[in-house]
């Protein structure tokens, strides 16, 4: 005790259970009643089938498991029973081939050859038959040659036994060589307890292996049985549901050396999500825990079970320490196997404590739901400009390069007036339109003077000196000036089609 405080400190407190006590360390007069198992604490099943009727023939079609399932003394009784029915079977027959060919009358006569020499009543005909089933062979008794009945006999009476002796023997062998006492050797917890284990609420129970010899592939499930009733009225009176006991996480497949504690986190895929202490004391379930491996020495696969009501599983408590490590080695107390004690635990369900944490942070709600409508909104500009993308990639070449720059020369993008304000400017023109169009929005009736002053003519003005030579020879410079027609317009070098193309637009 002292050195238990030492360790965890001064509020915990050893609780050696035993297999009457409550989860709940009520008083003797406020304990539950003891109510009837599915399986018992020895991993017994307490199940009888009644009422079979005509179903009973097929247990003696698998006659052989049927011996093998029956307990001991059935067994006993068989084997002794099968084998002196067979011996005095036998015994008759060979006194009634005796008695058949005279051999009994004539036995003393030296003169006379009998079937069998010596047989001369039953009991002789007994002990003929044990020496030759027994092979022991005193040599009293003979089978002679002036008898071929009974060299028929003797034939039928060797296979006969080889059979009986093949299927007793052979089903007290598999009987005594069942693992099932492999089982006696491995230990449960005789309490379950329920507490925090890395800031989560876990059930946890106790396994260990007495032996040296391991198990191998050992594997642990828990089924949880418990009576409900479906929305559609259905009554389900042991309804199974399965414990997670590291499935996911391989957690199950064990090691099992030294004791190990099985644990079951209690989440909301766990059936205990709404389990708390106090509706334990209404609650009516059990827990079957099926411990599986292959013993090591003799290759079979062993089963070992056993179960936990809610009256043994104690809420607020932990499995005292039972590994110390000495000079050496490691050693294991079995003394403190079954013994918890009491750690602060709160009693609430799962349910309830996500519930009460939600409540204390109201912001923690509408945040969730204030990013979930603003990642709805980000994802539905993407498909917005995802489908913008997609139209103009359904356009034509020449318009795709009108729609954007950057298909574009830079000395064409220089030309491209920076003042106005216009949809789409010169620079995004092509340099033959860039020539025929003047700027938009301006009147025909204003001075050609009044247009040449603008100052976005300036950037054109300067950006044609910057053209290749046959570029600048169309613009009307020659490599020189620039050649610009009455009006601003320059038609002196354009093709007939495009200076048609202008003339029509400036009347």
């Given at each position: 005790?002292?050195?238990?405080?030492?360790?965890?400190?001064?509020?915990?407190?050893?609780?050696?259970?035993?297999?009457?006590?409550?989860?709940?360390?009520?008083?003797?007069?406020?304990?539950?009643?003891?109510?009837?198992?599915?399986?018992?604490?020895?991993?017994?099943?307490?199940?009888?089938?009644?009422?079979?009727?005509?179903?009973?023939?097929?247990?003696?079609?698998?006659?052989?498991?049927?011996?093998?399932?029956?307990?001991?003394?059935?067994?006993?009784?068989?084997?002794?029973?099968?084998?002196?029915?067979?011996?005095?079977?036998?015994?008759?027959?060979?006194?009634?081939?005796?008695?058949?060919?005279?051999?009994?009358?004539?036995?003393?006569?030296?003169?006379?050859?009998?079937?069998?020499?010596?047989?001369?009543?039953?009991?002789?005909?007994?002990?003929?038959?044990?020496?030759?089933?027994?092979?022991?062979?005193?040599?009293?008794?003979?089978?002679?040659?002036?008898?071929?009945?009974?060299i028929i006999l003797f034939l039928f009476?060797?296979?006969?036994?080889?059979?009986?002796?093949?299927?007793?023997?052979?089903?007290?062998?598999?009987?005594?060589?069942?693992?099932?006492?492999?089982?006696?050797?491995?230990?449960?917890?005789?309490?379950?307890?329920?507490?925090?284990?890395?800031?989560?609420?876990?059930?946890?129970?106790?396994?260990?292996?007495?032996?040296?010899?391991?198990?191998?592939?050992?594997?642990?499930?828990?089924?949880?049985?418990?009576?409900?009733?479906?929305?559609?009225?259905?009554f389900l009176p042991l309804d199974q549901?399965?414990?997670?006991?590291?499935?996911?996480?391989?957690?199950?497949?064990l090691f099992l050396v030294s004791p190990?504690?099985?644990?079951?986190?209690?989440?909301?895929?766990?059936?205990?999500?709404?389990?708390?202490?106090?509706?334990?004391?209404?609650?009516?379930?059990?827990?079957?825990?099926?411990?599986?491996?292959?013993?090591?020495?003799?290759?079979?696969?062993?089963?070992?079970?056993?179960?936990?009501?809610?009256?043994?599983?104690?809420?607020?408590?932990?499995?005292?320490?039972?590994?110390?490590?000495?000079?050496?080695?490691?050693?294991?107390?079995?003394?403190?196997?079954?013994?918890?004690?009491?750690?602060?635990?709160?009693?609430?369900?799962?349910?309830?404590?996500?519930?009460?944490?939600?409540?204390?942070?109201?912001?923690?709600?509408?945040?969730?739901?204030?990013?979930?409508?603003?990642?709805?909104?980000?994802?539905?500009?993407?498909?917005?400009?995802?489908?913008?993308?997609?139209?103009?990639?359904?356009?034509?070449?020449?318009?795709?390069?009108?729609?954007?720059?950057?298909?574009?020369?830079?000395?064409?993008?220089?030309?491209?007036?920076?003042?106005?304000?216009?949809?789409?400017?010169?620079?995004?023109?092509?340099?033959?339109?860039?020539?025929?169009?003047?700027?938009?929005?301006?009147?025909?009736?204003?001075?050609?003077?009044?247009?040449?002053?603008?100052?976005?003519?300036?950037?054109?003005?300067?950006?044609?000196?910057?053209?290749?030579?046959?570029?600048?020879?169309?613009?009307?410079?020659?490599?020189?000036?620039?050649?610009?027609?009455?009006?601003?317009?320059?038609?002196?070098?354009?093709?007939?089609?495009?200076?048609?193309?202008?003339?029509?637009?400036?009347?």
């Amino acid at each position: 005790m002292s050195a238990l405080r030492k360790k965890f400190g001064d509020d915990y407190q050893v609780v050696t259970t035993s297999s009457s006590g409550s989860g709940f360390n009520q008083p003797a007069a406020e304990k539950k009643k003891k109510r009837q198992r599915f399986v018992d604490k020895n991993g017994r099943c307490n199940v009888q089938h009644g009422n079979l009727g005509g179903e009973t023939s097929r247990y003696l079609s698998d006659l052989f498991t049927t011996l093998v399932d029956l307990k001991w003394r059935w067994n006993l009784f068989i084997f002794i029973l099968t084998y002196t029915v067979a011996w005095l079977f036998m015994a008759s027959m060979w006194w009634v081939i005796a008695y058949i060919r005279g051999d009994l009358n004539r036995a003393h006569d030296d003169k006379y050859t009998p079937c069998v020499a010596n047989v001369y009543n039953f009991p002789s005909a007994f002990l003929f038959f044990i020496e030759t089933e027994a092979t022991i062979g005193y040599g009293y008794r003979y089978i002679t040659d002036k008898c071929p009945e009974g060299i028929i006999l003797f034939l039928f009476q060797s296979i006969l036994g080889s059979i009986v002796d093949a299927f007793l023997i052979g089903c007290m062998f598999i009987k005594m060589s069942q693992p099932k006492k492999r089982a006696e050797t491995l230990m449960f917890s005789e309490h379950a307890a329920i507490s925090m284990r890395d800031g989560k609420l876990t059930l946890m129970f106790r396994v260990g292996n007495l032996r040296n010899s391991h198990m191998v592939s050992a594997q642990i499930r828990c089924k949880l049985l418990k009576s409900r009733q479906t929305p559609e009225g259905e009554f389900l009176p042991l309804d199974q549901l399965e414990l997670d006991v590291g499935f996911r996480t391989g957690a199950d497949q064990l090691f099992l050396v030294s004791p190990l504690t099985i644990c079951h986190v209690i989440d909301s895929r766990s059936p205990f999500y709404e389990l708390s202490q106090r509706s334990m004391q209404t609650e009516q379930f059990e827990i079957v825990v099926i411990l599986e491996g292959i013993v090591e020495t003799t290759g079979m696969t062993c089963q070992a079970r056993t179960s936990y009501t809610e009256d043994e599983v104690l809420w607020g408590h932990r499995f005292f320490p039972v590994i110390s490590l000495e000079e050496g080695f490691f050693k294991v107390d079995y003394s403190q196997f079954h013994a918890t004690f009491e750690v602060p635990t709160p009693p609430y369900s799962v349910k309830e404590q996500e519930e009460a944490l939600l409540l204390s942070s109201p912001l923690t709600a509408p945040s969730l739901s204030n990013s979930g409508e603003r990642d709805a909104s980000l994802d539905g500009l993407e498909t917005l400009a995802d489908a913008a993308t997609e139209s103009t990639a359904k356009l034509p070449s020449k318009l795709q390069r009108m729609t954007g720059r950057e298909g574009l020369p830079r000395k064409l993008l220089r030309m491209s007036s920076t003042a106005s304000e216009m949809t789409y400017s010169l620079g995004e023109l092509p340099v033959k339109l860039q020539r025929i169009s003047s700027v938009p929005g301006v009147s025909d009736e204003r001075p050609v003077a009044s247009r040449a002053a603008r100052p976005g003519a300036e950037p054109i003005s300067q950006s044609v000196a910057d053209l290749p030579p046959k570029l600048q020879k169309l613009a009307g410079g020659g490599g020189g000036g620039i050649g610009v027609g009455v009006g601003g317009r320059m038609d002196g070098h354009l093709p007939p089609k495009l200076r048609k193309m202008n003339s029509d637009r400036f009347t």
